[in-house]
């Protein structure tokens, strides 16, 4: 990580038993509501501090334990009476460079990477409290909370976590810039959530294009997907930086691209900026609250488009929820 943007701390270990448990039922022939694994928390509170991208502030973010249906929730524990919001698109915002979670007094920006390493890792239920607004920027990447979770450890929970499995195709955007999920094949694919991010900026970019396709595993995020980080054009950081944001970050914080390629800086990967558009899809489609059975391509996504399918998911599921529990009933 570069300058002074990060410090990651877990607190000592607590013995918590894990325990087994699992559920299915469901029908392949629509959008279903179904649970095919156990929730989890983490095994112990951590701790990952760092400096806000945009403001500069720092901001101390303590992960804490939650009980099983609890989900995620950012805990302002900075302003008067700990006002919180559950990370669910009903309180999300997809703005063009970052994702706002707000209910009330309780605002927290740039949420997508932490997001992202919470649902990668398969991690449910946690209470993340916060000194400010906007997540630490690290290294542009979400390899400190990554990280910093995955020494936690996790706990499993005596409790279904929700699936949904994706029957119908939906897309949002047009031609130039889109974000597509379809329903995987019936037979042969392993019911996971695929992922595919096509970038192309355009021939007069000095950010690269490419092509990068993932499916969610746990096992694998933390080496694949976390390590990738924020990118920008030389051009767009100083437009940034005119307005007065920014001003303090350099272009060893991040991905800053020049005519001949990032300066003062190397990839990660030879894919890095595909790899880290995947990263913040991960994370807006984390707001729809369960697990997503399907396969999701984007082309020049960005959080706008990707928090209209998180909401449209969340309401898919809320619906199906509604009516099994109407049936069960």
């Known amino acids: ?30 959008d279903v509501m179904r649970a095919s694994r156990q929730q989890t928390t983490i095994a112990r509170p951590c701790i990952v501090s760092g400096r806000g991208f945009w403001s500069g502030r720092l901001n101390t973010l303590t ?28 309180f999300g915002s997809g703005m063009p460079l970052r994702t706002r979670l707000a209910s ?15 649902y990668g890792l398969q991690i449910d239920n946690v209470e993340v409290h916060c000194t400010e607004s906007e997540m630490p920027g690290l290294d542009g990447s979400s390899h400190a909370y ?11 929970l005596d409790a279904p976590r929700k ?15 889109f974000v597509r999920i379809e329903p995987l ?14 970038l192309d900026f355009g021939g007069q970019s000095p950010v690269p294009s490419g092509n990068f396709q993932w499916t969610i595993l746990p096992d694998q995020y933390l080496e694949q997907i976390a390590p990738a980080r924020t990118f920008i054009s030389w051009e767009d950081a100083q437009k940034l930086r005119s307005q007065g944001l920014g001003a303090h970050v350099t272009e060893r914080d991040l991905l800053v691209f020049g005519e001949h390629g990032p300066i003062d800086n190397q990839l990660r990967f030879d894919d890095e900026c595909c790899r880290h558009k ?30 209209e399918l998180a909401t449209w998911l969340r309401n898919l599921a809320q619906q199906e929820l509604e009516c099994h529990q109407h049936h069960a009933a």
Do not use: W
Request: hydrophobic fraction near 45%; charged fraction near 20%; charge should be neutral.
């Open 163 to 177: 699936e949904l499995i994706v029957s119908q195709p939906k897309q949002f955007g047009d031609e130039q810039r």
């Open 278 to 307: 995947l990263l913040d899809l991960i994370g807006d489609l984390a707001l729809a609250g369960c697990d997503l059975v399907g396969r999701v391509i984007a082309c020049r996504s960005g959080h706008q488009l990707n928090a």
């Open 185 to 198: 094949p019936l037979h042969g694919s392993i019911r996971k959530l695929q992922l595919e991010y096509q």
């Open 1 to 30: 990580m570069g300058g002074d943007f990060g410090v990651v701390k877990v607190t000592p270990e607590r013995g918590t038993p894990q325990l087994n448990f699992a559920l299915e039922h469901g029908r392949a022939d629509k």
């Open 63 to 90: 992960f804490l334990p939650a009980s099983a249906g609890s989900g995620v929730r950012f805990v302002r524990a900075d302003l008067p009476n700990c006002p919180s919001v559950p990370a669910l698109s009903d």
């Open 104 to 118: 009330g007094p309780a605002v927290v920006d740039m949420v997508e990477h932490v997001m992202s390493a919470l």
């Open 146 to 156: 990554a990280l910093a979770l995955s020494a936690a450890g996790k706990r499993v």
